[in-house]
């Protein structure tokens, strides 16, 4: 089994205000939590708590002021081949899939490249059978038309799966998916969702879910994180954190959310 850890996490900027001033702006304020393979982890709260953050620091585009990540109990490296070694294990699909695929080259070119990258494949049949792979696995077929594809061509959904597929290239055991449908039409939502749940549980991946969406994080995930100015101020399995809620903040929330069966339904067009 595979594990992805925070230990006591902060990041802080340094914010310049009026003038020659500047402060200190803590953006995630000692934040511990671990992403097992196999399960899901949805982490929710407003624009703004610091969700992001953590996105950015689990992929190193961003570095803890404080604390420690570590991948299978082992501190991760900043540079060279253990931070190579790192990205391959974890992936990212980001929120907005319109600008997250160059329009200016097919489908096939946006799986290829992570699958030589990554050296997953070498050889121009190996490569070919890897980009219909990773099509079949996101359900995009026929594969061979999809790949010939630019993403002009493809709906906000086929766009996402697609990202998806991309981000599966490098055979991560982690997944970090960041609103991963808040950009798509209602009717196409639960599609990628079922998706990602899928590929959850077949590849044995754990999936960081963030999102604002409680209804969402309660159908897809198995434990929720509650995120609040940069802390968790509530965690717990799913349905336990949205039926009986002990911070105000989350009761905050979940009053404020639909009912979570008729979102559902909202999301299937039923």
Do not use: C, W
């Not at 992403?35 to 585009?61: D, F, M, P, R, Y």
């Not at 490296?77 to 391959?88: E, K």
């Not at 990773?134 to 996402?160: C, I, M, N, W, Y």
Request: overall charge neutral.
């Amino acid at each position: 089994m595979s594990t992805l850890e925070l230990k006591n996490v902060f990041k802080r900027y340094r914010v310049r205000g009026s003038g020659l001033r500047s402060h200190e702006l803590i953006a995630v304020n000692d934040v511990s939590f671990t992403l097992e393979s196999g399960k899901t982890v949805a982490l929710v709260g407003q624009s703004g708590s610091g969700k992001s953050t953590i996105a950015k620091l689990l992929l190193q585009l961003e570095h803890p002021s404080e604390g420690t990540i570590l991948l299978d109990g082992e501190p991760i490296s900043r540079r060279g081949r253990g931070l190579r070694d790192y990205r391959n294990q974890v992936q990212m699909v980001f929120q907005d899939p319109f600008a997250s695929l160059n329009p200016y080259h097919s489908v096939a070119h946006h799986l290829e490249r992570p699958l030589k990258l990554h050296g997953r494949a070498r050889s121009r049949e190996d490569v070919d059978a890897g980009v219909a792979r990773l099509l079949e696995r996101v359900r995009l077929t026929p594969t061979d038309e999809f790949a010939l594809k630019h993403p002009h061509e493809l709906s906000g959904g086929q766009r996402q799966r697609v990202a998806i597929a991309r981000a599966l290239a490098p055979s991560p055991t982690m997944l970090i998916a960041d609103e991963p449908v808040s950009m798509l039409d209602v009717s196409i939502r639960l599609g990628v969702l079922n998706l990602l749940a899928g590929l959850q549980r077949e590849e044995d991946l754990g999936v960081l879910y963030i999102t604002h969406d409680l209804a969402t994080a309660r159908h897809f995930s198995d434990e929720i994180l509650v995120m609040y100015r940069g802390e968790i101020v509530e965690r717990g399995p799913a349905d336990e954190v949205i039926l009986n809620p002990r911070h105000e903040y989350t009761k905050l929330l979940a009053a404020a959310a639909p009912n979570p069966e008729l979102r559902l339904k909202q999301l299937s067009g039923a």
